[in-house]
């Protein structure tokens, strides 16, 4: 529901933008966009998530103070999108909302873990300037890290994957039920924020999402109903949180004002190095993912052990931003002129990834019989396609192994041959680490301009699939859904890039699709007689 509502609310609010000439994103020498984009998609992800949030969600104290705090955040976020205010009116409208949710919802910061004498609280007159001072502080951080298409929003998902993970499993589905909320917005905004970007987010939405995440955060780590790690929030939301630390003490140190923008957050460290948009994206995506996960991981341990990662990987990165500075390192870029890196990877990929396909058919011990009978329709429908017109077929083919691939992985999943063990095992799921290594290095390489393209989007996609996959795994024994789906994506990603890229020119992938379906189908004769 939210995802609809946000993507039908976008063109009608990107048309007032550009007809009134409000609310419009100007480039300017910090900025990486080109023309005016219109900011007011954070107003259409506010709605989305506030309407099913009032359908759905059993209304209490505390949810009732996130939902006004939120109100408060979008009022003065989209006031300073119009009038571009400056930073007062963003404090302001934060530390009201902070207020009400402190005020009104009981969130607080009151135990550090063991970062304290052993059942030591901290007394109201710490603990309330402190969630205060955290909930402005990450709500800022989130801004801040507004600064390439779908960069916010893609680290806002990951957060709020875990959260609703963390809250459905401790019982607080109204909490659940909010993050789905964000999720399903997000997802809507997302696919029209991608790089190149057609709408931003502006304050209005950024706020919201760092207002929402921390607020969400803290209460999940300090209600009394969870031992969730307080410092949860530290490691969830790290990557905003070290850019705007680094960023305003880099500032004060050089006797500037910790507000002044400029062009020194990690995101443009990244392209200092010679990375493009998208692949700045990608990577922060790809480390703000790591320190989620290890939220998850480290959720029920020692606010010591926790600290001692973060800062093991914020001192890790910076000093490998303070050795770039230093040398003056650059990313070397392999020439698209060479015929090597582009002929070998795609090579690899297409005979590695079919033969993959045909090995992978032997690996299941058994299948049930309505395999058969599925697998008999299957090739009786590409018999007759073949007939009409080779796109046609083409199309077929393609949603047959769609439909046909999960039943192949699942069963090699469930019901593994006795010999697919031990060594055998490990060059298995290793194969599909090649796999992938060989697509990314293809499309990096390829000189086709309207084949297949991955983008950070496709990422944000797995890591939300996997993180509800995950969670329904918990309830069926013998089977990995994370190995499960990461086989899946691996299979699904390689058949539209080596598709993409041999077009029209060979029918290579088509039999070795074809002799997957007739290899399987013999296999099951063979066993049913």
Same mark, same amino acid.
Not at 71 to 93: H, Q, S, T
Not at 248 to 275: Q, T, V, Y
Not at 494 to 515: C, D, H, M, P, Q
């Given at each position: 529901?939210?995802?609809?509502?946000?993507?039908s $609310?976008i063109? /009608?609010?990107?048309h007032?933008?550009l007809?009134?000439?409000?609310?419009?994103d100007?480039p300017?020498?910090r900025?990486?966009?080109q023309k005016?984009?219109p900011?007011i998609g954070?107003?259409a992800?506010?709605?989305?998530?506030?309407?099913?949030?009032?359908?759905?969600?059993?209304?209490?104290?505390?949810v009732?103070?996130?939902l006004?705090g939120?109100?408060?955040?979008?009022?003065?976020?989209?006031?300073?999108d119009?009038?571009?205010?400056?930073?007062?009116?963003?404090?302001?409208?934060?530390a009201i909302?902070?207020?009400?949710?402190?005020?009104?919802?009981?969130?607080?910061?009151?135990?550090?873990?063991?970062?304290?004498?052993?059942?030591?609280?901290?007394?109201a007159f710490?603990?309330?300037?402190l969630?205060?001072?955290?909930?402005?502080?990450?709500?800022?951080?989130v801004? $801040?890290s507004?600064?390439?298409?779908?960069l916010a929003?893609?680290?806002?998902?990951?957060?709020f994957?875990c959260i609703?993970?963390?809250?459905?499993?401790?019982?607080?589905?109204?909490?659940?039920?909010?993050s789905?909320?964000?999720?399903g917005?997000?997802l809507?905004f997302?696919r029209?924020?991608?790089?190149?970007a057609?709408?931003?987010?502006?304050? @209005?939405?950024s706020?919201?999402?760092g207002?929402?995440? !921390? @607020?969400?955060?803290?209460?999940?780590?300090?209600?009394s109903?969870?031992v969730?790690?307080?410092?949860f929030p530290?490691?969830?939301l790290?990557?905003?949180?070290?850019?705007t630390?680094?960023v305003m003490?880099g500032?004060?140190?050089?006797?500037?004002?910790?507000?002044?923008?400029?062009?020194?957050?990690?995101?443009h460290?990244?392209m200092?190095l010679?990375?493009h948009?998208?692949e700045v994206v990608f990577?922060?995506?790809?480390?703000?993912?790591?320190?989620v996960?290890?939220?998850?991981l480290l959720?029920f341990h020692?606010?010591?052990v926790? =600290?001692? /990662?973060?800062l093991?990987?914020?001192?890790?990165?910076?000093?490998?931003?303070?050795?770039?500075?230093k040398t003056g390192? @650059?990313?070397?870029?392999i020439?698209?002129?060479?015929?090597?890196?582009?002929?070998?990877?795609?090579l690899?990929?297409?005979?590695?990834f079919?033969?993959?396909?045909?090995?992978?058919?032997? !690996?299941?011990?058994s299948?049930?019989n309505?395999v058969?009978?599925?697998?008999?329709?299957i090739?009786?429908?590409l018999?007759?396609?073949?007939?009409?017109r080779d796109?046609?077929?083409?199309?077929?083919?393609?949603?047959?192994?769609?439909?046909? =691939?999960?039943?192949?992985?699942?069963f090699i999943?469930?019901?593994s041959?006795?010999w697919?063990?031990? #060594?055998?095992?490990?060059?298995?799921n290793?194969?599909?680490?090649?796999i992938?290594?060989?697509?990314?290095?293809?499309?990096k390489n390829?000189r086709?301009?309207?084949?297949?393209?991955?983008k950070?989007f496709? /990422?944000?996609?797995?890591f939300v699939?996997?993180?509800?996959?995950?969670?329904?795994?918990a309830?069926?024994?013998?089977?990995?859904?994370?190995?499960?789906? !990461?086989h899946?994506? !691996?299979c699904?990603?390689?058949?539209?890039v080596?598709?993409g890229? $041999?077009r029209n020119?060979?029918?290579?992938?088509?039999?070795?699709t074809? #002799?997957?379906?007739? =290899?399987?189908?013999i296999?099951?004769?063979g066993?049913?007689f």
């Amino acid at each position: 529901m939210s995802w609809l509502l946000t993507l039908s $609310l976008i063109p /009608f609010f990107k048309h007032m933008a550009l007809v009134h000439n409000n609310a419009l994103d100007i480039p300017c020498e910090r900025k990486i966009h080109q023309k005016a984009v219109p900011k007011i998609g954070g107003l259409a992800m506010a709605l989305g998530i506030l309407f099913p949030s009032l359908v759905w969600i059993s209304s209490d104290q505390m949810v009732n103070s996130i939902l006004a705090g939120s109100a408060v955040i979008v009022i003065f976020g989209f006031y300073d999108d119009l009038k571009e205010c400056g930073c007062c009116i963003k404090f302001l409208g934060q530390a009201i909302a902070a207020a009400v949710v402190v005020g009104l919802g009981g969130v607080t910061i009151t135990s550090l873990g063991d970062l304290l004498p052993v059942g030591m609280l901290l007394p109201a007159f710490i603990s309330i300037p402190l969630t205060l001072i955290t909930i402005v502080g990450v709500t800022n951080a989130v801004n $801040l890290s507004d600064g390439l298409d779908g960069l916010a929003g893609g680290i806002s998902i990951l957060c709020f994957v875990c959260i609703f993970y963390l809250a459905y499993s401790l019982g607080m589905p109204s909490l659940a039920v909010l993050s789905i909320a964000v999720i399903g917005a997000l997802l809507g905004f997302l696919r029209l924020n991608t790089h190149p970007a057609s709408i931003f987010m502006g304050d @209005t939405g950024s706020q919201l999402l760092g207002f929402l995440a !921390v @607020t969400l955060s803290i209460y999940i780590s300090q209600s009394s109903k969870t031992v969730i790690s307080p410092l949860f929030p530290l490691i969830l939301l790290g990557i905003p949180i070290l850019d705007t630390l680094t960023v305003m003490i880099g500032r004060m140190i050089r006797g500037e004002s910790p507000f002044k923008a400029d062009r020194s957050h990690l995101h443009h460290k990244l392209m200092n190095l010679g990375l493009h948009h998208l692949e700045v994206v990608f990577v922060l995506y790809v480390l703000q993912a790591v320190l989620v996960s290890m939220a998850f991981l480290l959720r029920f341990h020692s606010e010591r052990v926790i =600290l001692i /990662f973060y800062l093991a990987f914020s001192f890790t990165l910076l000093g490998f931003f303070y050795w770039v500075q230093k040398t003056g390192w @650059t990313l070397t870029r392999i020439g698209k002129e060479c015929l090597l890196p582009i002929r070998l990877p795609f090579l690899c990929l297409t005979y590695g990834f079919c033969m993959l396909l045909i090995f992978s058919c032997i !690996v299941p011990r058994s299948f049930p019989n309505y395999v058969l009978f599925g697998l008999f329709v299957i090739i009786s429908i590409l018999f007759l396609a073949e007939k009409i017109r080779d796109d046609v077929f083409s199309l077929v083919l393609r949603i047959c192994f769609y439909i046909a =691939l999960p039943f192949v992985m699942f069963f090699i999943e469930v019901n593994s041959a006795s010999w697919m063990g031990g #060594a055998f095992k490990v060059i298995y799921n290793g194969a599909f680490g090649l796999i992938t290594l060989f697509m990314i290095l293809t499309l990096k390489n390829t000189r086709r301009k309207r084949g297949f393209k991955i983008k950070p989007f496709d /990422f944000i996609i797995l890591f939300v699939s996997l993180g509800f996959l995950n969670y329904f795994s918990a309830g069926m024994k013998g089977l990995n859904l994370i190995t499960l789906s !990461v086989h899946i994506f !691996v299979c699904l990603f390689a058949y539209e890039v080596v598709s993409g890229e $041999l077009r029209n020119g060979s029918r290579f992938l088509i039999r070795s699709t074809l #002799a997957m379906f007739f =290899l399987l189908f013999i296999r099951i004769m063979g066993m049913s007689f």
